[in-house]
């Protein structure tokens, strides 16, 4: 079995894919690399091919018809055989020192047959426009160098969150929780994340910085005009999690607090997304969404609706709106717009 397996959602990537797959084969025999070409209409499937023939033991190609990014991740885990699972962005790489003693702990700790669900990281925002790159750590929330339980989870600070860049799931935990992404939908990340956490026995943060997550494209999912255009697929993501939350009965209270803090700031992207539209449709749009918290779990809809983010995002009129607004530096640092 493979240590690691990491799938690379690919569509139309051929200009910067290689940076990405370059950046992994360091890792070795201990790795599979899962090339998943989302039915690209350039070049990707040849590249991918190319890499899996150069590298036969190391590298896949995946082809299907597209699906979107959900059904790109759902490919790579259905085919993962590594006992940990990673996505990697086609625009995104690792830095290879971190990498290779991410890799030496998670064989380690394999070693030692101590369970470990996930492992959590920290990632470097790789911003054009910025001369010194800004790092998400973990250091003021989570015990480091251990494996930990949620017991041990701190406070995290506002922003600060377990993101599909910072996260290495157990592949078997994933695959039992019964996470099945939508397709053609973007920001499914937010899914991959926060449905698996219920899950979640045990821990380890590693204070290394992994993940080199690019912004800068004009095209990219987290371009401000791009996000309020797919204001749709934010909205159906943010009800997905809205629904699952109000499924969950019986969680640790460290858990629920974590996933309600992470639904709040997915509630304030998408209310803030349709606040800065600017179109009388979107903040119909707006007010359904809080609507359908009420409707779906009356304390969910309190939590959030009188909670921080959640009060400035329903404060009445054009300077209630202004107000609203201004609560998008935090929803800045969450998403990293470009």
Same mark, same amino acid.
């Given at each position: 079995m493979?240590?690691?397996?990491?799938?690379?959602?690919?569509?139309?990537?051929?200009?910067?894919?290689?940076?990405?797959?370059?950046?992994?084969?360091?890792g070795g025999e201990d790795v599979e690399i899962l090339i998943v070409d989302d039915g690209s209409k350039d070049g990707t499937a040849q590249i991918a091919d190319d890499y899996a023939a150069k590298y036969p033991s190391i590298i896949r190609?995946?082809?299907?018809?597209?699906?979107?990014?959900?059904?790109?991740?759902?490919?790579g885990l259905r085919n993962a055989t590594g006992m940990y699972y990673k996505v990697v962005?086609?625009?995104?790489?690792?830095?290879?020192?971190?990498?290779?003693?991410?890799?030496?702990?998670?064989?380690?700790?394999?070693?030692?047959?101590?369970?470990?669900?996930?492992?959590?990281?920290?990632?470097?925002?790789?911003?054009?426009?910025?001369?010194?790159?800004?790092?998400?750590?973990?250091?003021?929330?989570?015990?480091?160098?251990?494996?930990?339980?949620?017991?041990?989870?701190k406070h995290f600070l506002p922003g600060q969150y377990i993101l599909m860049h910072s996260v290495i799931y157990r592949t078997r935990l994933l695959q039992d929780c019964?996470?099945?992404?939508?397709?053609?939908?973007f920001y499914v990340d937010n899914i991959?994340?926060? @449905? *698996?956490?219920?899950?979640?026995?045990? +821990?380890? %943060?590693? /204070?290394?910085?992994?993940?080199?997550?690019?912004?800068?494209?004009?095209?990219?999912?987290?371009?401000?005009?791009?996000?309020?255009?797919?204001?749709?697929q934010q909205i159906r993501v943010n009800r997905i999690?809205?629904?699952?939350?109000?499924?969950?009965?019986?969680? @640790? *209270?460290?858990?629920?607090?974590?996933? +309600?803090? %992470?639904? /709040?700031?997915?509630?304030?992207?998408?209310?803030i997304m349709l606040i800065k539209s600017d179109t009388e449709e979107n903040l119909l749009k707006k007010r359904d969404l809080w609507q359908y918290i009420k409707d779906k779990d009356i304390w969910m809809y309190l939590r959030l609706r009188f909670g921080i983010?959640?009060?400035?995002?329903?404060?009445?009129?054009k300077g209630g709106r202004k107000i609203s607004v201004a609560e998008y530096k935090i929803a800045r640092r969450f998403v990293g717009f470009n």
């Open positions: 493979k240590l690691l397996t990491v799938a690379i959602p690919c569509y139309n990537s051929e200009a910067y894919m290689s940076k990405c797959i370059e950046s992994l084969l360091p190609a995946i082809h299907q018809e597209n699906g979107g990014h959900g059904e790109a991740v759902n490919a962005d086609s625009d995104d790489w690792f830095k290879e020192d971190a990498y290779l003693a991410v890799l030496s702990k998670l064989r380690e700790l394999a070693g030692e047959g101590k369970g470990l669900d996930m492992m959590i990281c920290n990632f470097v925002y790789e911003k054009e426009s910025l001369k010194h790159k800004k790092v998400m750590t973990y250091r003021t929330a989570l015990p480091k160098d251990q494996v930990f339980t949620w017991d041990q989870v019964g996470m099945e992404l939508p397709k053609h939908t991959f994340v926060f @449905h *698996p956490l219920p899950f979640v026995k045990t +821990m380890y %943060y590693m /204070d290394v910085n992994l993940y080199r997550y690019y912004i800068g494209r004009e095209d990219q999912s987290v371009n401000e005009q791009v996000m309020i255009g797919r204001i749709d999690m809205i629904d699952y939350m109000a499924d969950q009965k019986m969680l @640790h *209270p460290k858990v629920r607090h974590y996933m +309600m803090n %992470y639904l /709040d700031i997915i509630t304030t992207v998408t209310s983010l959640g009060s400035a995002m329903n404060l009445p009129g």
